[in-house]
């Protein structure tokens, strides 16, 4: 597509319950990228993948986080056993290999867990 | 370990005046060092980079400074205008070309 489409643009959940995030990047763009951007902070790295493997999962914040990707195109990132501290917007970026300016950034999903 | 800080988290500036957005970074490994804005609801969008071997980069209104020795980046806009209102992000890249460590931003509001 002609830009990186994340969905759902809203989510509210339950404290406990399990959420799926997914991404889908530019087309041909081989590097997907995670971030976070809770309320009145920065970007926060979780994850970045090379085609389907993820080389550098380092900011994932708990195991009750995880990611994939498959076909070197989409991507989900899904959360288990949601707790509050959670509530973010969820930031999905894509781009050529190596060339950060070419770092395109969904308009997120915006995550509430009540 | 914050490698990135965007000490103010706020900015208000009247239209036609320069606003200065400051950044103070610790990894002297970054090679170039980018600017993001977003806009409410949006994801943030490329704005204006530096190499960090340069230490000035101009783009019509949008120009970055880099002081290497204080580890310090600067962006200034001239003239600000209202639709320059938005939260500006400093990033820091690293050599390999493949991750960016952003700020934690600041809201810039300018006044019609």
């Known amino acids: 597509g002609a830009g990186v489409s994340q969905s759902p643009s809203n989510k509210v959940t339950e404290k406990g319950k399990d959420v799926e995030l997914r991404c889908d990047p530019i087309?041909?763009?081989?590097?997907l990228y995670w971030y976070r951007q809770s309320l009145g902070q920065g970007l926060e790295f979780l994850i970045y993948?090379?085609?389907?493997?993820?080389?550098?999962k380092s900011g994932l914040p708990s195991d009750r986080f995880s990611a994939e990707r498959t076909g070197g195109s989409v991507s989900t990132l899904t959360i288990q056993r949601t707790q509050q501290e959670d509530s973010a917007v969820y930031l999905c970026?894509?781009?050529?290999?190596?060339?950060?300016?070419?770092?395109?950034f969904g308009s997120g999903t915006r995550l509430t867990v009540v | 370990d914050q490698q990135v800080k965007q000490n103010s988290p706020s900015l208000s500036v009247q239209e036609g005046r320069i606003s200065i957005l400051n950044c103070d970074y610790t990894?002297?490994?970054?090679?170039?060092f980018l600017w993001y804005k977003k806009y409410p609801a949006e994801g943030p969008t490329f704005l204006i980079s530096?190499?960090?071997?340069?230490d000035k980069n101009e783009d019509g209104r949008f120009t970055v400074f880099l002081n290497k020795s204080a580890k310090h980046l600067s962006l200034h806009i001239v003239p600000s205008q209202p639709g320059d209102s938005a939260v500006y992000f400093c990033?820091?890249?690293?050599?390999?070309?493949?991750?960016?460590?952003f700020g934690g931003g600041t809201r810039l509001m300018v006044k019609p």
């Open positions: 087309s041909g763009h081989t590097a």
């Open positions: 990894n002297s490994m970054f090679d170039y």
């Open positions: 530096i190499s960090s071997i340069k």
């Open positions: 990033a820091g890249l690293n050599n390999a070309g493949n991750m960016l460590t």
């Open positions: 970026a894509s781009s050529l290999a190596g060339h950060s300016y070419g770092y395109t």
């Open positions: 993948f090379q085609g389907n493997s993820a080389p550098d």
